[in-house]
Nanobody
Framework: QVQLVESGGGLVQAGGSLRLSCAAS????????MGWYRQAPGKQRELVAS???????NYADSVKGRFTISKDNAKNTMYLQMNSLKPEDTAVYYC?????????WGQGTQVTVSS
């Protein structure tokens, strides 16, 4: 059974930074891709950033240049460095891991950016 545990969320002022972590139970080498999603109140869950097994990355236009996704295979952990945060980044952030055709989700961590 795959478990993904997010941490690092919190309350930050606009312009600040946070780093989210997603720790997986067991090796992340089994996942062909991992990613961060977010869901704001009243909105659909959206992809923020993804990283493939080979390390290639993809970002939503709204976070390009501000967020950086990375992973540490030795620690079985994925990260999302978020800089220059804006109030519109406020959401619950979820990590996801794909072992096609399966997708696993973490429980989510709240990020709140105050203006």
């Amino acid at each position: 059974q795959v478990q993904l545990v997010e941490s690092g969320g919190g309350l930050v002022q606009a312009g600040g930074s946070l780093r989210l972590s997603c720790a997986a139970s067991g090796s992340i080498f089994r996942f062909n891709a991992m990613g961060w999603y977010r869901q704001a109140p009243g909105k659909q869950r959206e992809l923020v950033a993804s990283i493939a097994i080979g390390g290639s990355t993809n970002y939503a236009d709204s976070v390009k240049g501000r967020f950086t996704i990375s992973k540490d295979n030795a620690k079985n952990t994925m990260y999302l460095q978020m800089n220059s945060l804006k109030p519109e980044d406020t959401a619950v952030y979820y990590c996801a891991a794909d072992n096609t055709p399966l997708r696993y989700w973490g429980q989510g961590t709240q990020v709140t950016v105050s203006s």
